[in-house]
Nanobody
Framework: QVQLVESGGGLVQAGGSLRLSCAAS????????MAWFRQALGKEREFVAA???????SYADPVKGRSSIFRDNAKNTVYLQMNSLKPEDTAVYYC?????????????????WGQGTQVTVSS
């Protein structure tokens, strides 16, 4: 079993930055795909970014150019650096993991999920 614990969320003004962290335990995830999703109030969960064990990355269009996903395999941790935050980035951000090397963007593609961390961007 894999446990994922997110941290780093909070309240930030528009234009600010946040770095989210996702610490994994229960299994070494160095060969897994790790991803971030988000869910705004009243909306469906959506893909934000993913990274493979080799460092390949994929980003959703709304965050491309403003966000960076990276991982520290030695610490079993994945990060999401978000810059130039906008009010529409307000959501609960979830970390997800799936075994394998292929980057995936679907909610149903991932087997393990964290509890989420709230990000609120004020205008």
């Amino acid at each position: 079993q894999v446990q994922l614990v997110e941290s780093g969320g909070g309240l930030v003004q528009a234009g600010g930055s946040l770095r989210l962290s996702c610490a994994a335990s229960g299994r070494t995830l160095s060969t897994w795909v790790m991803a971030w999703f988000r869910q705004a109030l009243g909306k469906e969960r959506e893909f934000v970014a993913a990274i493979s064990w080799s460092g390949s990355r994929s980003y959703a269009d709304p965050v491309k150019g403003r966000s960076s996903i990276f991982r520290d395999n030695a610490k079993n941790t994945v990060y999401l650096q978000m810059n130039s935050l906008k009010p529409e980035d307000t959501a609960v951000y979830y970390c997800a993991a799936v075994s394998g090397s292929r980057l995936r963007v679907g909610v149903n593609d991932y087997d393990f999920w964290g509890q989420g961390t709230q990000v609120t961007v004020s205008s």
